[in-house]
């Protein structure tokens, strides 16, 4: 009876341990420091582009008073839409995320480059306004603010196809223009039209009937891709609709047309298009290609800026910091603007805006940037993304650590994973965070991972193989599955410190357990973590991570 009561305790101790939660993993600080490129330094009046380095792309801008304000696509990364604010247009403080509460957007399901595409941010009567879409989760929205530093409502759903809307005002009536698809069958694969619609801002509904303005884009006769991110603005008695053409890789374009009447007939610019660099040799150095996506805006000294987004490749195309934020002035020729001359490049430096000066921000988003994380506030700041809407919280800050519960894994479209992380902002960067964590069978892992899409992504931490903690190096190249690079037996008996370096094409892994540093990879492949093979419209995102398998 003894033994019969001893195995049956040990059965329920057995039943009860399996179904406790995995222990957090904890994190102690998380640090990042990033190069500016080389060769390239301002002088006095001068600014660098980018003027948001990393993953920002698709900027809209806007001017209230003396006051700017942009914000930036963020697809399925939670909380999403990154508000920024500054008064000289160079430098740049975020101020909120629009999308930061679960109730507003459901990204369940969705790849880490859906979710929300380019948005655009306006400002009428008092409120600010946000026309975004939600890619296969929901369709086309306003969002709307008081206060730009938030709250932002929930959404206020929008019933048209399409994406990449943006919000004309003209006294007090507003206007759509957005990509919908051609009102004839489509001609060729990329073939998509702009329309407009009148939107009654307080009903929030669409009124009236819709107009498409262009047809495939400037010239049909040539199959234009990707007609898309319009804007319409006056001046001089013309309606000037701006919009991006070739798609957001090297052939991506900035084209305008005008018209005496808001829905046309538009007429483009016969020196079209007003801002590309695939003219460009591929080989210049230290090239900046992609360019579009622009915005334009008039300052108010009546000067005329556009920001769009643009990429820094290191090599052939292959870049991992995903599309970036960039600033050029506006120049008019004939009543036309012109971003920048055909076969001109975009310079790395150039004038800054004749705008009252602004003092650089506590945490810098263009140049050498450098940030310790001490997880000793009431909060993460708002920097910090993980993928899709978390239906939990998964991670809180306690006595200077971030402990972080164990999530989906990657790449698990249904699941949220156990990530939070912050932008890689530049080609050479270091990331290092200490972790103090066991793991206690088989699979399980808590560390560093670098996230550029749920099939291309790597960890780098500890975990357990064939029941041994290991120190290890997982990648995932295009693929549903890891391949692990290389382990080494680890003792862990207190912190133990992971280091990533990225040098362009190239990474290194170092970790340091009881004050003793060593080097588990050198000179690993990086181009995994490339838009290039990676696909998608992201850039890479790195940060702590904790998975426990079900048992």
Known sequence: MRHR???????????????????????????YSGQADKGVAPQEGEFRNPILAGYYPDPSVTRVGD????????????????VFTSKDLVHWTQIANAIDRPSQLDFTGRRISQAVFAPDISWHDGRFYIVNTCVECGGNFVITADDPAGPWSDPVWLPFEGIDPSLYWEGDKAYIVNNRAPDEPPRYDGHRAIWIQEYDW?????????????????????KPVWIEGPHIFRKDGYYYLTAAEGGTSVNHSQVVLRAKSLRGPYVPFDQNPILTQRDLDPARPDPIGSAGHAKLVQTQKGDWWATFLA?????DDYYNIGRETFLLPVTWKDGWPVILPKGDAIPHTLKAP??????????PTSGDIAYTETFDGPK???????????????????????????GAPLGDLDGVPAFIGRRQQHVNATFSTTLRYVPEKDGDRAGLAAVQSDRSNLFFGVTQIAGRPMVALYTRDAADADTLV?????????????????????MGFDYTVGGHAQTLADDIDATLLSTKKAG???GTVVGPYHYTPAS
């Open 486 to 506: 290389r382990s080494a037996p680890v003792a862990i008996d207190g912190p133990i410190t992971l280091t990533i370096r990225m040098t362009g094409g190239t």
């Open 202 to 222: 307080r009903a929030g509904k669409m009124v009236g009937e819709s107009t498409q303005l262009i047809n495939g884009g400037v010239d049909i006769s040539k």
């Open 5 to 31: 009561r001893k195995a049956l305790c040990a059965a329920l101790l057995l039943s009860v341990s399996s179904a406790l939660p995995a222990a957090p993993a904890r994190f102690d600080q998380f640090r």
């Open 354 to 363: 004749d705008l009252p000066p602004q003092s650089a921000p506590a945490l």
């Open 380 to 406: 993460l700041p708002m920097q910090w993304i993980g993928i899709r809407t978390p239906k939990q919280p998964f991670y809180r800050l306690s006595n200077g650590m971030l402990e972080l519960d164990s």
């Open 311 to 315: 990429v820094r490749p290191y090599a």
């Open 67 to 82: 006051v700017y304000y942009l914000v930036n696509s963020s697809f399925a990364h939670f909380p999403g839409l990154p």
């Open 536 to 538: 998608g419209f992201v």
